[in-house]
């Protein structure tokens, strides 16, 4: 079956400008996960939704931030006036179940956001 | 908080060698444990999981991994190394509980898999 598939695969933006980032989860997954990783670093965790709804928003760095499930599915990823260091791999993740009940994290191919 | 270390940046070893990756993790309870494995230009594939039971835990690949408790470790195993199995390979722990960490996983830094034929 299809998995967790990301859009666009690379996004080339300048700094100031606003990007959003789109995550189709594996159908039926209740839970979404995003994840941010940089050059040389394991991923590091930026929010999650069980169904619709953000459980846990606490990774997000900042207000520039922002995500959005609104008919538990699709998820877009939303970050204002672009900075360069936040050039990295945005990866999204799905799962079967309740976040954290043993349910294994699927990965999607990321993408890769680079803020000139 | 929970956290995972990895010591190992990069480790180099002959195809056909053994292979034991180590991870040692953070946390105050039994903790759900992961390893993921990362090749380039592809996401993160499950290699295997620890949630409760028998510590020693089977994966795919070949791969083995044991939950030791008392060492805080998870160390991943595998009898002989493949050309394939170059990558990069991330540990990582789960949050079994409820609370702030509950669902969200902690990856270590990763360790670069270099297998010399």
């Known amino acids: 079956g299809a998995g967790v598939s990301q859009t666009p695969s690379n996004k080339v933006t300048e700094k100031g400008k606003y990007v959003e980032l789109r995550c189709d989860p594996i159908?039926?997954?209740?839970?979404l996960y995003w994840y941010r990783q940089s050059l040389g670093q394991g991923p590091e965790f930026l929010i999650y939704?069980?169904?619709?709804?953000?459980?846990?928003d606490s990774g997000l760095p900042n207000d520039r931030f922002f995500a959005v499930r609104p008919e538990g599915s699709v998820s877009t990823l939303k970050i204002q006036r672009t900075e360069r260091g936040d050039s990295a791999v945005y990866l999204c993740?799905?799962?079967?179940?309740?976040?954290?009940?043993?349910?294994?994290?699927?990965f999607g191919p990321g993408t890769r956001l680079l803020v000139l | 908080a929970q956290s995972v270390t990895q010591p190992d940046i990069h480790i180099t070893v002959s195809e056909g060698a053994s292979l034991e990756l180590r991870c040692n993790y953070s946390?105050?309870?039994?903790?759900?444990l992961f390893w993921y494995v990362q090749s380039p230009g592809q996401g993160l594939q499950l290699l295997l999981k620890?949630?409760?039971?028998?510590?020693l835990v089977q994966g795919i690949k070949g791969f083995e991994a044991e939950f030791k408790r008392s060492q805080s470790s998870f160390n991943l195993r595998k009898p002989s190394v493949h050309w394939s199995d170059a990558a990069e390979y991330f540990c990582?722990?789960?949050?079994?509980?409820?609370?702030?960490?509950?669902?969200?996983?902690?990856f270590g830094q990763g360790t670069i898999l270099t297998v010399h034929p």
């Open positions: 993740a799905s799962s079967r179940g309740l976040a954290g009940a043993g349910e294994t994290q699927y």
């Open positions: 946390y105050g309870a039994t903790p759900y």
């Open positions: 939704f069980q169904g619709t709804g953000a459980a846990d």
């Open positions: 159908s039926g997954h209740t839970a």
């Open positions: 620890y949630f409760s039971g028998d510590t």
């Open positions: 990582a722990v789960g949050a079994n509980a409820g609370g702030t960490s509950y669902g969200k996983l902690t």
